[in-house]
């Protein structure tokens, strides 16, 4: 049976991260792959919207754009809650496993909830990370 490359979940991974970091730092912001059916105040959206993967099996990295949002009750406020977020997944390099590099692809950019006129800053990166060999069987 083949040997087949395997990648891991980003956005479980960063999420995990940032809760913990967000937390630390006395943020009270939780962060969801979802927009929260009753939003709280401030939280932080991160999702996959793409990406790519290298095909070379000796170089088992994929580049997953993740986009992120932020939602605070000002627009300062989430203007802040975005540069903290990014700031922290820029640092995630080396720390959440298999991250290695971060690249901006769209910077923070303030973008008020079309629905509910919330507060959001929003922005688009790309995270490249390590697969994993999953040996046949």
Known sequence: MAEVVVFGDVEAALIDFLNTELSARGYVAP??????????????????????HNL???IPN??????????AGTHSGSHDLAQITRGLIYSSRGVVDNVQRIE????PAYLPDPLSDHPRYTFTLLVTWRGWAEPGS
Do not use: H, I, K, Y
């Open 31 to 52: 962060v969801t792959s979802l927009v929260p059916r009753t939003r709280p105040s401030s939280f932080v959206r991160v999702f996959r919207t793409g990406g790519g």
């Open 56 to 58: 070379d099996p000796n």
């Open 62 to 71: 994929e580049e997953a754009q993740v986009t992120v949002e932020c939602w």
């Open 104 to 107: 901006e692809l769209g910077g």
